[in-house]
């Protein structure tokens, strides 16, 4: 595996981590939204990645993001019958979204977009290097 090869695995690492920690931020801004454009409590989304590879060696070749799925988990209710949109009991359908595995999946996010970033800059600095030994 060539160095380029590590660099855009990285790139590839750091560009679907982005798209990860959007979900988490637009899951977060949605925590409270009991009406979404679809209807009804706004549905958690999680993002689903695919491992790239090479089809002419077969090497793995980076990851993407290749679409966001609905987290299919209930949906809680909670009592606040001042709430226009609390049913005839009182109670309220909220989102699915939990602040704790949200900030924890944000967590796990940016180390992994850390480490892509400490792996592209040792690839560049041994690339360098290379190139002062090869003169």
């Known amino acids: 595996m ?3 090869n590590v660099l855009n695995i990285a790139a590839s690492g750091m ?4 798209f990860w920690m959007d979900q ?3 899951n977060l801004a949605n925590a409270n939204t009991t009406r979404s454009a679809e209807g009804g409590p706004y549905r ?3 993002p689903i990645f695919q491992e790239l590879v090479n089809q002419q060696t077969g090497e793995v070749a ?4 290749t679409g966001v799925a609905k987290d299919p988990s209930p949906l809680p209710r909670r009592y606040d019958p001042g709430n226009p949109d609390a049913d ?3 109670f309220v359908t909220m ?3 939990n602040v704790v595995t949200e900030m924890v999946d944000m967590i796990a996010a940016s180390k992994t977009y850390q480490a892509d970033v400490t ?3 040792a690839a560049k600095t041994m690339e360098s290097k290379a190139l002062t030994i090869d003169g």
């Open 24 to 26: 988490i931020a637009n």
């Open 15 to 18: 560009t679907a981590n982005r």
């Open 88 to 90: 005839a009991q009182g």
């Open 62 to 65: 980076g990851v993407e993001a």
């Open 2 to 4: 060539s160095l380029d």
């Open 95 to 97: 989102p699915n979204v």
């Open 119 to 121: 792996v592209a800059s």
């Open 44 to 46: 958690r989304k999680v």
